[in-house]
């Protein structure tokens, strides 16, 4: 196993009824901005069941973060906060509203330029201001870590960064808000945190058999829920045993000794910069064809992954592999998720915009070798297409 450092401060509040505890996690004095998105969380009554909560805190209240967060919006959300001397955070909705608030923490007490937060993926931030979260969307785990990701349209930029200040204080996990979910977001949910998992996993072995043994168990249990969830929407368990696989999928445990790829993230990030595509299904078009691109170096984990996943234990070393390769598209493409490019309106021009951004934005060494170059991400787009 290789070394490594732990630390996850933030403090989960989960389950039924637990928005009602929020009035003991935010200091009596302190003046609140509520974050939220576009309108989803005043729609389904949890921005009412937050402000009973608070009634008695000085509240003010900032909406209109965009899915995929933009980096002005995020910027009017700082001026508030100047003006009207808030003193704490609260995000309510998913990761793009969660995503936001770690930048408007950060950016609020940077002195300086805040695109520098970006291009420094975060490492200028010496401070941010406190914060919590009321999940409503369980799926990146922006809930329990300290990574954002950030887009900037008149850039043509999607940049993730994490700064060890940007944990959120505490974060609410109450399945039955989940309710609502559209399937589009029930199953960017499972696919999400699926890939998040694979980006940890599916490396090469360093004898961490803990980490490894968790990883399987919480893809297994995505494959066995995720198309239950769609067809029970109101179903607690399922949707309490997602919210929390999605949590652990990215909050620093499963990763923690391993060697991690992040490749399919960072290729993901520059499709939705170029014409937002969901988060989740650019994983989901990326992956696949990854593994298949990938399984020399990643041959030993993928065999693995086939018998431990999948048990696909039959076969030679290609066939096993091409069968969990076929077993994890027909996952995504049964949870109503398209796993090609032409799905999503990217066509060879399109990959050569994302190739050049990839390039643009210093992505050119990825994956746990540093060694899959543009060059070998455009083959990976290409036989996605
Ligand atoms: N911080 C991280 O570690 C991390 C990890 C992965 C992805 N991300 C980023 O997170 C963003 C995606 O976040 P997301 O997948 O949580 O989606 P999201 O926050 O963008 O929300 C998607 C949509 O779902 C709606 N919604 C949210 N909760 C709802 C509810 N309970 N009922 C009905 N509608 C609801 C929202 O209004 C929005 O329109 C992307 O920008 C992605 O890059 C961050």
């Not at 067809?231 to 620093?252: C, F, H, Q, S, V």
């Not at 048990?311 to 076929?326: L, Y």
């Not at 990825?366 to 990976?380: C, F, Q, S, V």
Request: glycine share 8%; aromatic share 8%.
């Amino acid at each position: 196993m290789n070394n490594f450092d732990f630390h996850n401060p933030t403090h989960i509040l989960f389950g039924k009824g637990r928005i009602t505890d929020l009035k003991d996690q935010i200091p009596d004095d302190a003046k609140v901005l509520i974050i939220y998105g576009g309108g989803s969380a005043e729609r389904t009554g949890v921005l009412g069941q937050v402000r009973d909560a608070l009634e008695g805190h000085s509240l003010v209240e900032f909406g209109g973060i965009e899915p995929n967060p933009r980096y002005a919006t995020a910027l009017k959300a700082v001026n508030i906060i100047h003006n009207e001397d808030i003193t704490f955070l609260l995000a309510v909705g998913g990761g793009s509203v969660i995503d936001a608030t770690k930048f408007i923490a950060a950016a609020a007490l940077h002195d300086g330029d805040p695109w520098d937060i970006l291009t420094s993926f975060g490492s200028v931030i010496t401070q941010a201001m406190p914060f919590g979260s009321v999940l409503t969307l369980p799926a990146t785990a922006s809930e329990m870590n300290a990574n954002s990701v950030i887009t900037n349209p008149e850039k043509g930029a999607k940049l993730p960064f994490r700064s060890a200040h940007c944990f959120p204080v505490f974060s609410i996990l109450d399945p039955e808000v989940t309710y609502t979910l559209p399937d589009r977001q029930i199953a960017n949910g499972v696919a999400d945190p699926f890939v998040h998992i694979i980006e940890q996993y599916l490396t090469y072995p360093v004898n961490a058999p803990v980490q490894d043994g968790f990883a399987e168990t919480m893809m297994r249990t995505l494959i066995d829920l995720g198309p239950k969830a769609l067809a029970n929407p109101k179903d607690y368990e399922i949707r309490a045993n997602l919210m929390w696989t999605a949590t652990l999928a990215l909050n620093g445990l499963i990763g923690a000794g391993v060697p991690q790829d992040w490749a399919s993230h960072m290729i993901g990030h520059e499709i939705t910069a170029y014409n937002d595509t969901d988060h989740a299904r650019t994983l989901a078009v990326v992956l696949p064809s990854l593994m298949n691109d990938q399984r020399g170096p990643k041959c030993e984990k993928l065999l693995q992954y086939a018998a431990n996943v999948w048990d696909i234990r039959d076969g030679s070393d290609n066939e096993r592999i091409d069968a969990a390769i076929d077993a994890t598209r027909a996952f995504f493409e049964d949870l109503g998720i398209k796993t090609r490019l032409s799905d999503y309106d990217v066509d060879a021009s399109g990959i050569d915009h994302i190739v050049a951004a990839l390039k643009d934005h210093g992505m050119t060494e990825l994956g746990e070798h540093g060694e899959i170059t543009p060059k070998d991400a455009r083959r990976i787009l290409e036989a996605a297409a």
